[in-house]
T-cell receptor
């Protein structure tokens, strides 16, 4: 079946890089996503990567995809306190049409 | 365009009551999705519409739940005879021509007492 797993917590100091990891099981996933959720808010689409790509960079964000190992990572350079939030990895699954399958989220805590 | 909007943002109800939530997608987005998010979990798919047609429903969508999108624009999600286990954040998302981008609304937080 489809499953997305993430580590639950990550704590970094302001100015450091953060790396959030995710593994997925559906090898037929076409797109993989990173969303950010702040307390009490909806989900903000940060970036996504097509499955035939290895890497995508967007300002401070770098996404790496290892399709062989079904591993996705999000690197945030120069992490700021405003980056503190829950980050969700998601894949576009097959069993539910074009719906997204989400992990449980990684809580990123940035200290100054 | 201000993005996906949802109303109300918060709803507190007593067990056994019916509730209805509304979602207004981004203008001209023809696909609309409903998800449910419980504490400490990621969003879980409930159902989706292409225009006014409801194309897929998750097994999570029990017969107490019903969703409509009568004119292919806004959508409503109704829960009948609410139970405490229905307490969650209900999220709506929409996509347009590029189906790979789903944009979420702020959600409706339901608390069933």
């Amino acid at each position: 079946g489809e499953d997305v797993e993430q580590s639950l917590f990550l704590s970094v100091r302001e100015g450091d890089s953060s790396v959030i990891n995710c593994t997925y099981t559906d090898s037929s996933s076409t797109y993989l996503y990173w969303y950010k959720q702040e307390p009490g808010a909806g989900l903000q689409l940060l970036t996504y990567i097509f499955s035939n790509m290895d890497m995508k960079q967007d300002q401070r964000l770098t996404v790496l995809l290892n399709k062989k190992d079904k591993h996705l990572s999000l690197r945030i350079a120069d992490t700021q306190t405003g980056d503190s939030a829950i980050y969700f990895c998601a894949e576009k699954g097959n069993q539910a049409g074009t719906a997204l399958i989400f992990g449980k989220g990684t809580t990123l805590s940035v200290s100054s | 365009d201000t993005g996906v909007s949802q109303d109300p943002r918060h709803k507190i109800t007593k067990r056994g009551q019916n509730v209805t939530f509304r979602c207004d997608p981004i203008s001209e987005h023809n696909r609309l999705y409903w998800y449910r998010q419980t504490l400490g979990q990621g969003p879980e798919f409930l159902t989706y519409f292409q225009n006014e047609a409801q194309l897929e429903k998750s097994r999570l969508l029990s017969d107490r739940f019903s969703a409509e999108r009568p004119k292919g624009s806004f959508s409503t999600l109704e829960i009948q005879r609410t139970e405490q286990g229905d307490s969650a954040m209900y999220l709506c998302a929409s996509t347009g021509a590029f189906y790979n981008e789903q944009f979420f609304g702020p959600g409706t937080r339901l608390t069933v007492l």
